[in-house]
């Protein structure tokens, strides 16, 4: 067949399949047919789907005889196929019992056979679902539920799967059995260009790979947007989120809309309700909608914020021709903005879980972009950084939420969420992102109506957002140096309690992979230090070793949750048999330091382990004492295991930063990580006659950015001497 792409290509694969269909269908057979279900049913055949078909018969005899001519020729084709031979009374059986058959039936067609048997059967499956539907509607919903939980969000997925994820062609069907039901106007014209398009990716994909799939990876997302006509990958992901959107929230619409009928239906006291929950805004019916006093000539131009800042706190929908209305005739806010679009703003941000599907609902009417002309750069912007979960908007959305947890814990909970929403405005535009979404930042806020110092501050909040947590987790949060850097960057206390919450909420809307106990720890520590330095001028005195390692025979293993330390007689290499064994036993390390009592080196190591499951503490206290003694079985174990890592992976870069410690020089290396990564590194750096003094190991994703603390003074030769055998051990 075809691999072209469009809904006449699909039209015309589907005409296609009918003749090889009606080929293999025995003539003369009476009382049976051939109906088709699925894609060929609804004429949405891609190049390679499979088919989905229903032999369906009156209790003629011999059907399994008849069914085995049928599908062996596909099955020989090397053609995927779904089958069932079932009477007109077993398949509404099975339909009454089981919702997704009912929606399947729906779009079933006839193919070959008795096309009266077929018109039966499609009349009594009808008829069937729309007397049933809305009792099966809420299994519908449990199931559709479960689905999305497996799959996620396409709008939001870097590798989403086009049929099953939420907002993809499976839920189109589902839209379509509830407006045949006659429960909703759900297939509107934006819902039916979006599928069109939908279908129009899976075509491309299914040309792309030259089979059936759909889950559209990240490798063959260039070829797909190609034949799509599109720029590039980046122009798909963002087609493809704007239509998963639009679906979702159909779909949304409809289950409302099916749940107000069932409540309804449910008893005559079942009365709409109506109540007063702002100003100019009333719920009815469980929605909420406009006032008719709202509704005049001239209407506020704060309106459509203060709607959805009553949606967001009430956590109500808004109706969908209330959001219509606004998008026609609310007019454009002014510059600045009144102050009570600005309260409406703040408190939309700060209204927690109901703040972000308002957003959504407001954002596919297009009332988002009335308010933040910026916003149409930043709508689905994909984050190919591995640890973001979300587009770049709804990032920005999902960090208001986040940073809600924390309004409490600062004297301007207004700027917090303001900052939290704003942190990430430079992304999509040349340079880092913090440096050139500052004054973007400061515009959007100086629109809105902040008076200058509050401008300023949000500028400062965007530029310094990932301040804390690069700090925490690179530098070494005992050394005065790092602790006075970041309290001069900061200022005072007030915008460094806004950095903290900002940091925590821009962490949890990122993902999982992007904040952890341990990052807390260290962040709360890094702001322990400096406000003390801030408030008081001291800055901390560098760790004094543990005493208690060196006070027995050596060496001394000491294991205490995710802390490892060892004592051993002071030799070249330590560090790195340290860091070597720690891979053996698939721990990661968070951070090393090493120092120097009376003749005895110490290291310690805090840890975590790679895969979620502890080591053997026994075979790890064994191998570390083998390893400090100078032992090479152990990391020669590791050496072949680190060697065959180390393929693939980006370009290795290393950064230098001097004056960022009292008495070294910091190396910091970004590179791909790979088992024993740290190993060779320091194992390079020995070699090199180098002294490493701690280090602060960082993971983003499937790369690291690794600082290392090198003791002494360096010149230019030197450090490009360090930095080749750095590259070649990476």
Same mark, same amino acid.
């Given at each position: ?326 998008a026609a005739y609310c007019p454009p806010l002014p510059a600045p903005w009144p ?114 110092a509050d401008v300023a501050m949000i500028e ?99 294991? %205490? ?6 004592? /051993? #007689? $002071?030799?070249? &290499? !330590? +560090?790195?048999? =340290?860091?070597?064994? *720690? ?79 009292? %008495? ?6 970004? /590179? #791909? $990580?790979?088992? &024993? !990564? +740290?190993?060779? =590194?320091?194992?390079? *750096? ?45």
């Open positions: 067949m075809t691999n072209a792409i469009g809904a006449a290509a699909r039209v015309e694969r589907a005409a296609a399949l009918d003749v090889w269909l009606n080929s293999l269908m025995p003539r003369g057979v009476p009382g049976v047919a051939l109906v088709a279900v699925g894609g060929l049913g609804r004429l949405q055949c891609a190049p390679y789907s499979d088919l989905d078909l229903v032999l369906l018969h009156d209790g003629v005899p011999g059907m399994d005889e008849l069914a085995a001519t049928i599908w062996y020729p596909i099955w020989d084709a090397r053609v995927g196929l779904d089958h069932s031979v079932r009477t007109l009374p077993e398949a509404l059986s099975v339909a009454h019992d089981d919702v997704k058959v009912a929606l399947g039936l729906l779009d079933a067609r006839h193919v070959a056979g008795d096309r009266e048997l077929t018109g039966r059967l499609l009349a009594a499956a009808t008829d069937q679902w729309r007397r049933t539907a809305v009792r099966q509607l809420p299994a519908l919903r449990e199931i559709t539920a479960a689905r999305w939980k497996a799959h996620g969000e396409l709008a939001f997925l870097l590798e989403g799967d086009l049929k099953e994820a939420a907002g993809g062609l499976r839920d189109v069907g589902i839209l379509r059995g509830i407006a045949l039901a006659g429960i909703s106007d759900t297939m509107r014209p934006a819902v039916q260009a979006a599928q069109l398009r939908l279908l129009d990716t899976r075509d491309a994909l299914h040309a792309a790979v030259g089979r059936r799939v759909d889950r559209l990876l990240a490798q063959e997302r260039d070829a797909v947007a190609k034949l799509l006509d599109l720029d590039d990958g980046d122009a798909l992901l963002r087609r493809v989120a704007g239509d998963a959107r639009t679906v979702s929230h159909a779909l949304d619409d409809a289950f409302r809309a099916a749940d107000r009928l069932r409540a309804r239906r449910r008893g005559a006291d079942n009365r709409p309700v109506r109540r007063p929950v702002a100003r100019d805004v009333v719920e009815h019916d469980g929605e909420l909608v406009l006032a008719r006093t709202a509704i005049g000539a001239r209407p506020d131009p704060s309106l459509s914020l203060r709607v959805a800042a009553a949606a967001a706190v009430a956590g109500l929908p808004i109706a969908r021709a209330t959001c219509e209305w606004l102050g009570a679009a600005r309260t409406a703003l703040v408190t939309l941000l700060g209204a927690g879980d109901g703040l972000v599907p308002t957003w959504e609902t407001c954002d596919r009417y297009g009332l988002i972009d009335g308010w933040l002309p910026e916003w149409t750069r930043m709508r689905s912007l994909p984050q190919h950084n591995p640890v973001h979960r979300y587009t770049l908007d709804r990032h920005l959305v999902q960090a208001a939420q986040e940073a809600t947890v924390h309004t409490r814990e600062v004297d301007r909970p207004d700027l917090l969420l303001l900052g939290a929403f704003l942190h990430d405005v430079g992304k999509g535009l040349p340079g880092d992102h913090s440096v050139v979404g500052a004054p973007v930042a400061g515009k959007i806020a100086t629109r809105i109506g902040l008076p200058s400062k909040l965007v530029r310094l957002h990932l301040l804390l947590p690069e700090v925490a987790t690179r530098r070494d949060l005992d050394d005065p140096v790092t602790v006075a850097g970041v309290a001069e960057a900061v200022g005072d206390t007030t915008t460094l309690n806004l950095l903290h919450g900002l940091a925590r909420a821009d962490a949890r809307a990122t993902g999982p992979a992007a904040w952890s106990d341990w990052k807390a720890r260290l962040v709360a520590g890094l702001v322990r230090r400096v406000h003390t330095a801030l408030d008081t001028g001291e800055l901390p005195e560098p760790p004094v070793p543990d005493p208690a390692l060196v006070a027995g025979p050596l060496p001394a293993v000491h294991l %205490d949750g995710d802390r490892v330390a060892v004592a /051993a #007689a $002071d030799r070249r &290499g !330590l +560090l790195a048999a =340290v860091a070597g064994c *720690l891979a053996l036993h698939r721990l990661d390390v968070l951070t090393a330091d090493a120092s120097t009592v009376d003749g005895t080196a110490l290291v310690e190591f805090r840890v975590q382990p790679r895969y979620g499951t502890p080591p053997d503490l026994i075979a790890l206290t064994v191998d570390l004492r083998r390893a400090v003694t100078g032992d090479v079985s152990v990391t020669q174990r590791l050496r072949g295991r680190a060697m065959a890592a180390r393929a693939g992976g980006a370009a290795p870069r290393i950064v230098w930063h001097r004056g960022a410690a009292t %008495d070294a020089v910091v190396l910091e290396l970004r /590179a #791909a $990580d790979a088992t &024993g !990564l +740290l190993y060779r =590194v320091t194992s390079a *750096l020995d070699e090199a006659g180098i002294q490493v003094r701690a280090a602060r190991i960082s993971t983003l994703g499937g790369d690291v950015v690794d600082a290392f603390y090198l003791v002494g003074t360096f010149d230019d030769p030197e450090l490009a001497r360090i930095e080749t055998a750095v590259l070649a051990a990476v």
